[in-house]
């Protein structure tokens, strides 16, 4: 009798404790590249320049306009959530 075997698209999709460790497995970990610290530093820098850019909404309203409405709190609720 043939083992069943599943599609290499549809492989990836199990978690790895219910997958069967295989030499290919063991290859692909040692060739495999992280993008994991590429992922996070652009998230950092996303996030960073995107509060320097609610804290210039603030200033500008807040201090030289004298305008905060409810949009500028909605803006920062968003930027926090």
């Given at each position: 009798?043939?083992?069943?075997t599943?599609?290499?698209?549809?492989?990836?999709?199990?978690?790895?404790?219910?997958?069967?460790r295989?030499?290919?497995?063991?290859?692909?970990?040692?060739?495999?590249?992280?993008?994991?610290?590429?992922?996070?530093?652009?998230?950092?820098?996303?996030?960073?320049?995107?509060?320097?850019?609610?804290?210039?909404?603030?200033?500008?309203?807040?201090?030289?306009?004298?305008?905060?409405?409810?949009?500028?709190?909605?803006?920062?609720v968003?930027?926090?959530?």
């Amino acid at each position: 009798m043939q083992a069943l075997t599943r599609p290499a698209h549809v492989f990836f999709l199990l978690p790895p404790l219910l997958r069967r460790r295989s030499v290919d497995d063991e290859e692909e970990k040692e060739n495999s590249t992280s993008f994991a610290g590429n992922i996070i530093a652009c998230a950092v820098v996303c996030w960073v320049l995107c509060g320097v850019g609610v804290t210039a909404r603030f200033y500008v309203r807040g201090r030289i306009l004298k305008l905060l409405g409810r949009e500028d709190w909605c803006v920062l609720v968003a930027y926090v959530s």
